[in-house]
């Protein structure tokens, strides 16, 4: 008899729905988001425009859902270089160990000793603001949480008996690493996946926010936080959708991970 | 005579550690002296002694595992295998049983697919476990069943010789009986040889051929089954069966 497991089933049913919005805006808005309408400035939510505009007259609906998908391109792709080197690296360390690992495991606890929003803001301060180098900024900040995780889950399983039983029947390192010690990592990777997805999502919304991320004219939810604060008094729905929709995508990742976590340990 | 498939000739090792913390000289100490015995074809041997006895070094010597030593570790077969004590370690618990028991055949690369599925499938059944526990984990079986998987895994691959190291101390006395009957069943079957680890005497009168015992590195005494369970000559020897009886 397998258990109700809420924590999933909303998880998943809020990350899908989210995920198919932002899909849609990949391919349909309702209207431009980048053209400004002065007979529509500053409207507030109606059948026209369900989001209202802001006060360039643009369609709140519209950017908000190019934004997220601005968001979540990059968060994925600061996720997947986090997760691939991470991968990496973790598993050499921890199965060969040694100085090589000795130094790798200090390298990071020092990239995680600095705050990680301070070094996101001197590797753009250095490369310049844009998408590709915030991608690569948190991205690097991301390999550290990855490399430590992967590398436990190593550290553990390569002296187990089954581990030392594929040795005897001749499996080469890499085949270990591979074929034998990954499986066994999948589940701690996958909550680690979500929440360091969560992660990116709000570093980027904070760069952007501060003008570091996504360069507008492009929406990013970031930026458009910053832009309504100016107009909080007149168009306070902007601030809060905005708001909503990254609390939502979070909120749905967090409880995916959740119920992914306690489903593997029910298992 | 046959030829011995396992010859150790005056095997001694050390290993360096450092006396008085991480600045403290380095010390050369030996761990194993002087160890000379052969296994045979077919025969099970028994190494027997207290914990700190050596036997695991001497396990990892065989299994060419160990850097520092002196003397000769001579094998005439391919690479001996292994059962380990603990079957809930020994199973690899990402994996399903019929992936664990085909990848020691995928690594040796003789057969083809069908042919690997086909020797998992008749394996399991030599070991008292049906066709249907090929899509099975290892979560899901006992450690009885466990320890039957770990003795198909090492055996599918027709090894000359397998190291049981403990192989029923962690299980149940019944099960006990069923697997050392596996054991022998597989080396009616295969002409296995058995390098038997234990403690427990009991278990090793049942099963083996001879006697190795150990103490403090070196082996104290060695012979045929009967004859030291009947007279044996060694102090040690002697209060080993006087405990276990």
């Known amino acids: 008899m397998k258990k109700y497991n809420g924590f999933l089933l909303c998880g998943g049913i809020l990350t899908a729905a989210m995920l198919l919005f932002i899909l849609l805006g990949c391919f349909w808005t309702p209207y431009d988001t980048t053209a400004m309408d002065p007979n529509a400035m500053e409207q507030s939510p109606s059948w026209q425009h369900l989001m209202g505009t802001d006060k360039f007259g643009r369609d709140i609906l519209s950017r908000v859902m190019e934004g997220a998908a601005s968001s979540l391109f990059i968060a994925l792709c600061v996720v997947a270089i986090g997760c691939f080197f991470g991968l990496i690296i973790g598993a050499l360390c921890g199965y060969y160990g040694g100085i090589a690992d000795a130094i790798l495991t200090r390298v990071c606890d020092s990239i995680t000793a600095f705050p990680s929003f301070l070094l996101a803001l001197v590797i753009i301060s250095v490369a310049g603001p844009g998408t590709y180098n915030i991608i690569f900024a948190l991205g690097i900040l991301f390999i550290p949480s990855f490399a430590r995780i992967v590398r436990t889950e190593y550290v553990t399983c390569r002296d187990l008996n089954y581990i030392q039983s594929a040795r005897l029947m001749g499996a080469g390192d890499l085949r270990i690493m591979v074929a034998h010690i990954l499986p066994n990592t999948l589940t701690v990777l996958l909550s680690a996946l979500t929440i360091g997805f969560n992660n990116a999502i709000l570093s980027e919304a904070s760069m952007s926010f501060l003008g570091l991320g996504v360069q507008p004219p492009t929406p990013s939810l970031g930026y458009m936080l910053n832009e309504s604060r100016s107009s909080i008094n007149s168009t306070p729905w902007y601030m809060l959708f905005v708001g909503a929709t990254i609390v939502l995508l979070v909120l749905g990742f967090s409880l995916l991970g959740e119920g992914l976590q306690r489903q593997a340990q029910e298992d | ?245």
Not at chain 2, 6 to 31: D, P, T
Not at chain 2, 72 to 78: F, L, P
Not at chain 2, 181 to 197: H, T, V
């Open chain 2, 1 to 245: 005579m046959d030829k011995p498939i396992l010859e150790i000739k005056n095997l001694s090792s050390f290993y360096e550690r450092r006396a008085g913390g991480i600045f403290g000289e380095k010390e050369r100490v030996q761990i194993l002296h002087d160890i000379s015995f052969s296994i045979l074809p077919g025969e099970t041997l028994a190494l027997v002694g207290e914990s700190g006895s050596g036997k695991t070094t001497l396990c990892k010597a065989i299994l060419g595992m160990l850097k520092d030593y002196t003397g000769q570790v001579i094998h005439r077969s391919q690479r001996p295998q292994m059962v380990f004590q603990d079957p809930f370690s020994s199973l690899n618990p990402a994996h399903t049983i019929g992936w664990i028991l085909e990848e020691p055949l995928r690594l040796q690369g003789k057969l083809s697919k069908q042919e690997r599925k086909a020797a998992v499938v008749e394996m399991l059944e030599q070991v008292g476990l049906g066709a249907d526990y090929v899509n099975r984990k290892p979560d899901e079986l006992s450690g009885g069943q466990r320890q039957r998987v770990a003795i198909a895994a090492a055996v599918i691959t027709r090894p000359a010789l397998v190291i049981a190291d403990e192989p029923v101390s962690a299980l149940d006395v019944t099960i006990q009986a069923q697997i050392l009957e596996l054991l022998r069943s597989m080396q009616r079957r295969y002409g296995l040889s058995y390098l038997f680890i234990s403690h427990d005497l009991n278990v090793v009168y049942e099963l083996c051929d001879r006697v190795l015992v150990m103490r403090d590195g070196r082996i104290v005494e060695q012979g045929d089954v009967q004859r030291i369970y009947a007279n044996p000559q060694h102090e040690y020897t002697k209060q080993l069966l006087k405990a276990a009886q």
